[in-house]
C-alpha cells in the first residue's frame, strides 16, 4: 500500500502522545531510532512465537513485531483484532534477511514493540477491510466510514482532493476568485426537478436548492468580477437512472468578455495537466478533436462520441431511395435516413447472433438491423437481392466496408438511425474490443441546437439551459423557426461520456426574454422566477461565458471506476437514499407544525387522484 507521495507526518508537535511518525514513514535510514506510531490492527499473525501487526493508517503500513521477553506488552498484543486502534512504541529494527517486503514502502524494516496502548477496540466489522473482496455495495454504503478505510477508496479520495486541489491552483494562477453561492435560493432550473425547503418564517413559501449556481455565476459577472469559479454542489431530483446521484460536484467557472474559443482553450489548457500530471493514462490527441454536434451525431449517431475507434457511421439514403429495397425506400421517402456501419472481424455470424445484434439495435428504437457480407464475389445476406452490382459497389464505398466485413443498416427517422447505430457501435467496441482504456480520448462538441422538441409534452424545450446566446446569424430565425437555431454551446467528451457542458450566454434582457417567450415563458413567468436576472442585466450586463466540468465523473474515468459513488465519500444509494444517515426519514410533529406543514397519509391511490384527507395546508 502506498497512498501517497508525501507520507510524512512527523510535522506533529512534540508532545503528540500517540505518534512521533507515520505508518507510512519509516525507511532503513531510521534503523535504530525509538518512534511511536498509531493507527489501525490491519492484520494479526502469529507466527514462531511472534505476534506480527500490520499498522494501518492513512499514509500506510508498517509492521510492528511483539517477543515473547516483553510477556506484559506480548499479552496484550494476543488480544488484538483488527481494526482496534492502538497506538505503539518501539525501535525501528532493520527485517531479517529474505523477510522485506518489496512490495511495501516501509518493507525493509519492522518496529520491535516495548508498549502498546489500545485506544479503542472494535467489533468486528460487517466485511474486511484489509482485503478486496466483492462486498453488497447496501452494506458497504450503511457503513461508510469502514468501507472508506479500505485502500481503494481512501486512494480515490486522495486522488480526488489532489485533482480538486490542482483545478483551484490552475484557475488561482489566471485571475479566478473562488466565490461561494446560496444553497438556500430561488429555483434555478437544469432540466430536472428542484428540492424544496420550507421556509418557516413564511408559512407556505419554500426555498429551491440549487440544480446549478447558474444565476449567481451570471450575476457574479454583472457584478464585476471577470473570472469566477467555485467546486459547486448541484443538487436536481432527478429519476434515478443510471448513474446519477441527488447531488454533484461540479467545477463550476465564468468569464466576462470572452470567446468560445478562449473557456474551450482553458479547460483543455487545464484537463492536459491533470491526465498527463495526475495519471498514467495517455490522450489521443491535443489539441482536442472539436466536432460540431451536427458532424458528431452524421459521423458517431450521438452527441458522445467515444472517438477512440472507428467504425464511422455512412449516409446510404441516396442509394437507398433508387433501390428495390422496400423498407428503404420507404424510409427515405417519409423524410428519414437509411445509414450503416462496416465492421470487420466478426467471422460468419450465426442466426442466433445477428438476432442479438438486432435486439440491440431495437434498443435504439430500431424496428429492424439490415445487414449485407461483403464477399469475394459480391454481397451476400437476405437483402443482397434488391441491390445491384453498382449500388452494391455504392454501399461498401459509402461505409468504407473491405471484404469479410458485415455492413448493418438502419432505415428509420433520423432519431432512431442515429440512436440504433450508437448503440450497435458501442456494442463492437465492447466485443472486438476496439477501444484502448489507457487513453482518454477527449474531443469538443460545439454548436448544439439552442432548443430541441419534447415528443412527450409536446413543447419545444431548451437543448441545455435558456441562458444561453444563439448564434449571431441565427437571432432571425428565432421568430421562424426557432427549432434551427444554432446556440453558442459546448460540451466536453471523453470516450463517450460528457464531461462538461457551457456556453456563452445571453447578456441583454431583450434577447432573455425573448428566449424565454419561445419557450413558453410569459413575461409575468419570466419576471417572477427570472427577475433578478432580467434586471441586472438592464445595468449595463458584460457578454459572458462559461462552462461546469463535472468532478465525480473526471475522478470516476481517471480511476477506471464504473460509477461515481466510488468517488464520493457520501453517496446516497441507487434509490437516492443516504443509508448510513437514514434520510430521508419522518420527522417530528413538532417540526412539521413550526413549518406549518400536514402530512397526507399515504393511500393506494394514484398521486393523480384528488386528496381525500388531510390534505397539505
Ligand atoms: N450550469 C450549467 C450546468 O450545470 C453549466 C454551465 O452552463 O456553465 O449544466
Redesign the pocket.
Known sequence: MHREDNGKSSGSPSGNPYRTHTAGELRAKNVGERVRLAGWVNRRRDHGGLIFIDLRDRWGITQVTFHPEAAEVFAAAEELRPEWSISIEGEVVERPEGNENPELPTGEIEVSATALEVLNASETPPFEIDRERPVDELLRLKYRYLDLRRDRMQENIVFRHRIVKHMRDYLTARGFLEIETPLLTASTP?GARDYLVPARLYPGEFYALP??P?QFKQLLMVAGFERYFQIAR?LRDEDQRGDRQPEHT?L?L?MSYTTQGEILDLVEGLYTEIVEGFTGKRLLRKPFPRLTYAEAMDRYGTDKPDVRFGLEIGDVSEIARGSEFKVFRGAVESGGSVRGIAVGGLGDLSRREIGELESIAATGGARGLAYLKVGPDGLSGPIAKFFSAEEGEALKEALGAKESDYMFFVADRDAVVFESLNRLRLHMRDRLGLADPNVLALCWVTDFPLFEWNEDEGRIEPM??MFTMPREEDLPLLDTDPLKVIGQLYDLVANGTELA???IRIHRPELQQKVFSTVNILPEEAERRFGAMLEAFRYGAPPHG???PGVDRLIMLLRDEPNIREVMAFPKTQAARDEMMDAPSPVAPEQLEELHIAIRPRTQRGPEDPPRENPVT
Open positions: 437544469e440544480q446549478s447558474q448541484a461540479q463550476d465564468e441545455h439551459h457542458s457551457g456556453s462559461g462552462i461546469a
